[in-house]
């Protein structure tokens, strides 16, 4: 899947923000001639992101903003009188690349109708590139059903790719945030550390301080460095106290510096950069 994820984070930096200058049509007759093409190839779905890469995408126009509307590049294509009977071919088919242009030209013409279905396929779809667009589909539709693309998340993502992650957390927060409170408490350590820190980036009841300072002193070492993080993405100062303890420990050494000097408490940065000269660290 790796290869994809790729794929998919590249054309995402490269179309993000930018409308598209490629005429719709020249999609269309692309999409219905897939279609008809049953060894629809690789060598093909290369070919259709490199001629087609800003359709593919829905983009921001105004990525600086939270409430930033999206525009969806092949949203007319949703009135296109051959469009159902072709999208629905593809997803049938038994070509993975055919069931991948479905779920990414679904996305990128937000249309809703089919949320379902995809929900259904980031449980049921066989393969990994099938897997990766239906969930990017599904959040580029702004779904809220966040619980299960958040459990997809756990099956799949590696903590090290974050373009999901960035994706997912744009989600509705009227269920995002339910739904990573809840998740936040399981014992399984990936969810506790991808929840904590999605609620570090969109939850600003006050209580998601606390609850982020009561997971640095009491969660396991193997996740406290989530935790620890979840400080400096929440910009909460007057951590020294907290967090000092955890500078002896090897594996948590360099998270907790990172903290300190981001806390905007100035004893807490004046302190890492003392103890960082002290140690040679």
């Not at 360099?254 to 140690?279: C, G, H, M, R, Y």
Request: aromatic share 10%; net charge negative.
């Amino acid at each position: 899947m790796k290869v994809y994820f790729a794929l998919l984070i590249v054309l995402i930096l490269n179309s993000c923000s930018r409308k598209s200058d490629t005429p719709i049509g020249h999609f269309i007759n692309y999409f219905e001639k897939a279609t008809s093409q049953p060894n629809f190839s690789d060598e093909d779905v290369e070919r259709l992101f490199s001629e087609y890469s800003q359709l593919m995408f829905p983009y921001s126009t105004n990525p600086a903003s939270e409430q930033n509307g999206l525009v969806y590049p092949l949203s007319e294509i949703k009135t296109n009188p051959d469009y159902q009977k072709n999208i629905q071919q593809l997803l049938s088919s038994e070509n993975e690349n055919h069931r991948m242009l479905a779920y990414v030209t679904i996305g990128a013409s937000n249309d809703t109708a089919y949320a379902s279905l995809l929900r259904e396929r980031i449980k049921t779809e066989k393969s990994e590139q099938g897997l990766a667009w239906s969930a990017m589909a599904l959040m580029y539709m702004r779904d809220n059903h966040t619980t299960e693309l958040f459990d997809f998340l756990i099956a799949h993502e590696d903590f090290g790719d974050t373009h999901f992650i960035s994706t997912y957390i744009l989600l509705p927060k009227d269920s995002l945030i339910p739904t990573c409170r809840k998740k936040v408490l399981e014992d399984n350590t990936k969810s506790k550390a991808l929840a904590l820190q999605v609620l570090a980036e969109v939850d600003e009841h006050p209580s998601t301080d606390s609850l982020i300072r009561e997971a640095v002193r009491t969660w396991h070492s193997d996740v406290k460095g989530y935790a620890i993080a979840a400080l400096r993405m929440r910009k909460l100062g007057d951590v020294k106290e907290l967090v000092e303890p955890f500078l002896n420990d090897e594996n948590l050494r360099q998270v907790t510096l990172q903290t300190l000097l981001a806390s905007p408490t100035e004893a807490d940065s004046l302190f890492a950069i003392e103890v960082k000269s002290k140690n040679n660290w």
